[in-house]
Every structure is written in structure tokens, then in C-alpha cells.
């Protein structure tokens, strides 16, 4: 059933020590959540990701920030061992006017050395549209302000992206 969730702050959420543990986490909500909307809602000081729609479709985020925080901001699960981008979509996730700032990768001996403020993944009908990433911080050049994985943007699967900004980042501003 789609859910309306706003003007809410989330703090102190998400321990890097808990797999799927995030500050908000729609789980395999697939056609069932779609129409659900999150607006004004700011995760901080947060320790894993922040906004995560894990195959679930037709989510909106709409003002959302996630400044301060360890880890990709919003972010994608990735195909696990013997799956393809493919077998892990979400759909229709439109991510409007969101912002990731100051964020860490994280010093623990699991944490890579990528990071991303937008992580851009598998499914049909996804949007970022006038999205700021700022402050994304790393070790080498996957530390960028939006990622997509690999099998995430195909002829097939393209994603709308549309007057994003990214600066102040260690590394790129994109990296696909």
C-alpha cells in the first residue's frame, strides 16, 4: 500500500555493522509501495545509507537530504554473486531536488574505497532530476557524486537525468 512520509528527521540511524540497516529502507516492496512518497525528510549524522529502495517501485523522494553520513546517500542494492544488474531492479524511483553532502566512505576494514552521493542502479523509468552531491569523499574514482553500477543504464534501461550538480567531491562528479 503506498505510504506518504514528510518533514521528518532521521538522526543516529543505520549502524555500519548491520547489513540492510538504513535510515529509511523500503525491502522489497516491488508494485505494492508504488505511489508512495517521501518529501522534506533529512537523515544526518547517519552510519551506513540513507534513503534505499530495495526492489521497490514507483517511489518519489522529493527534497530529501542526507548530509554528514557514511557511505552512498542514495543508494541501490547491486546484483549479488551469480545475478546480473537485471535481477535486482527497482522501477520508477524519482529522485527531485535531493541533496548529499559531506559524506565519508567509512575507515573500517569492509568499507571500499568508492563512494557516492546518488547510487544509480538497474530498473526501467528511474529519474534524477536537479540533485546536488556535494562533499563525497573517497579513495580513488569511485568516490563521485553520482554512480551508476554496471547493467544500470543500458538502451533498455535508461535513466532520466536531469539538471544535477555536483561539486567538491574527491574525485569525479560522474562515474559510470
Keep these: 500500500k503506498?505510504?506518504?512520509?514528510?518533514?521528518?528527521?532521521?538522526?543516529?540511524?543505520?549502524p555500519k555493522q548491520v547489513l540492510g540497516r538504513y535510515s529509511l529502507h523500503v525491502h522489497m516492496g516491488y508494485d505494492a509501495v508504488h505511489g508512495t512518497t517521501v518529501e522534506g525528510a533529512v537523515a544526518y549524522d547517519t552510519g551506513n545509507h540513507a534513503f534505499v529502495p530495495h526492489l521497490s517501485d514507483g517511489i518519489t523522494f522529493t527534497d530529501c537530504v542526507v548530509h554528514d553520513s557514511v557511505k552512498q546517500a542514495f543508494w541501490w542494492d547491486p546484483a549479488g554473486d551469480g545475478q546480473s544488474a537485471g535481477d535486482v531492479p527497482s522501477n520508477e524511483i524519482v529522485w527531485d531536488r535531493c541533496v548529499a553532502s559531506l559524506l565519508d566512505f567509512g575507515e573500517g576494514p569492509e568499507d571500499g574505497h568508492s563512494n557516492a552521493g546518488f547510487m544509480m542502479g538497474a530498473g526501467h523509468g528511474n529519474v534524477a532530476r536537479n540533485c546536488v552531491a556535494v562533499g563525497v569523499r573517497g579513495k580513488s574514482e569511485g568516490a563521485t557524486g553520482f554512480q551508476w553500477h554496471a547493467g544500470s543504464n543500458d538502451e533498455t534501461h535508461p535513466w532520466v537525468f536531469e539538471d544535477n550538480l555536483a561539486h567538491n567531491n574527491t574525485h569525479s562528479g560522474l562515474f559510470y
Excluded: I
Excluded at 2 to 14: A, E, I, M, S, T
Design 2 to 14: 503506498p505510504q506518504k512520509l514528510g518533514w521528518l528527521g532521521l538522526r543516529h540511524l543505520g
